[in-house]
C-alpha cells in the first residue's frame, strides 16, 4: 500500500489519484515520486480505468519538491545526485505518458512541481482562490525537469512571463497562460471536473488512448534528449553555489544572499 499517494476507483471506473501528504503541503519527495510512477503504471494498464483524476489532500495541491529531499542531492555522491534528478523527470513522462485522460483537480496552490503536475495533465481545472507560480529561481533552483512539460503547455511566449520571474499568479493568469481550462469557485470545482470526465464515459476507451497517443505525436517533442537536458540542467544548478544557499536560506527563515 502506498503511503504518500492515496488511490480510488468508482463504479464508473473514475480513478482518483491524491498526493496525500497534506502535512508538508504534498511536496514531492522521493517515495511519493516513486509511488506516482508505480500508480501510473497500474493505472494505465487497468483496463476497468477509464479517466484518471490528480487531486490534492490538504489545502495545498502540490508544494512542488520537498526542500529537504532536494538538499539532499547537493551533499549526494554524483551517481546518487543524478538518480534523483531522473525521478522527477521519471515521474513527470509517467504522468505524460499515461494512455487515460488525466484531469487535474488543482483545489488549492500549485509551486513549481505542481505546476509542472498541472502541464502533463490533459485538463487542469484550478479552484479561483489557488495561487500558482514557478518559484524555482527565488531558491536558487530553475525549473529543470518541469520545464519540456511546461513549454508544452504554454508555449515559449507565455512561459517567459513567469519561468523566471518567480512571482505568483492568480487562477484567472493560470488560465490566460493556457495552464489550466478553466477557474471555478472552490465550491464548483467538483462539478466542473465531473463535466470534463463525463464524456470520456462514452467514449471508446481504445481510441481515446489512440488519440491521446497522436496528440503527443505532433505536439512539442519530448523525447530521451529532452528529458536528458533538463536532467544535466537541474544537476548542474544542483551543484553550484546558488541552491544551497537558497535553500539553507529557506530552512532558516531568512533572505538569501541575493534578495533585496
Not at 487497468?46 to 490538504?58: C, K, N, Q, T
Not at 488525466?102 to 509551486?111: C, E
Not at 466542473?192 to 512539442?220: D, F, N, S
Amino acid at each position: 500500500m502506498p503511503d504518500t499517494i492515496r488511490i480510488t476507483t468508482d463504479p464508473r471506473g473514475v480513478a482518483t489519484l491524491t498526493l496525500s501528504r497534506a502535512d508538508k503541503h504534498n511536496a514531492l519527495s522521493r517515495q511519493m515520486m516513486d509511488e506516482i510512477i508505480e500508480a501510473c503504471d497500474t493505472l494505465g494498464n487497468d483496463p476497468a480505468v477509464r479517466v484518471v483524476v490528480l487531486a490534492g489532500d490538504g489545502p495545498t495541491f502540490c508544494a512542488g519538491g520537498d526542500l529537504g529531499w532536494m538538499k539532499a542531492q547537493m551533499i549526494a555522491d554524483a551517481h546518487t545526485r543524478r538518480a534523483g534528478a531522473r525521478i522527477l523527470a521519471q515521474m513527470l513522462q509517467a504522468l505524460n505518458l499515461l494512455p487515460k485522460p488525466l484531469i487535474a483537480r488543482v483545489h488549492g496552490n500549485a509551486f513549481g512541481g505542481g505546476v509542472g503536475m498541472m502541464s502533463v495533465a490533459d485538463v487542469a481545472i484550478v479552484s479561483d482562490t489557488a495561487r500558482l507560480g514557478l518559484t524555482e529561481v527565488k531558491l536558487g533552483l530553475i525549473p529543470a525537469t518541469i520545464g519540456p512539460y511546461v513549454f508544452a503547455r504554454m508555449g515559449e511566449d507565455k512561459a517567459r512571463r513567469v519561468f523566471f520571474s518567480a512571482r505568483l499568479f492568480g487562477a484567472a493568469e493560470a488560465v490566460n497562460l493556457n495552464l489550466a481550462a478553466r477557474s471555478v469557485p472552490a465550491a464548483e470545482l467538483d462539478a466542473a471536473v465531473e463535466a470534463e470526465v463525463a464524456p470520456y464515459l462514452q467514449a471508446a476507451p481504445g481510441a481515446v488512448a489512440a488519440a491521446k497517443a497522436q496528440c503527443r505525436a505532433l505536439g512539442l517533442t519530448i523525447n530521451e534528449a529532452v528529458i536528458e537536458d533538463s536532467i544535466d540542467r537541474l544537476v548542474a544548478v544542483w551543484e553550484g553555489g546558488e541552491a544551497p544557499e537558497g535553500i539553507s536560506a529557506f530552512f532558516e527563515k531568512r533572505k538569501p544572499g541575493w534578495a533585496s
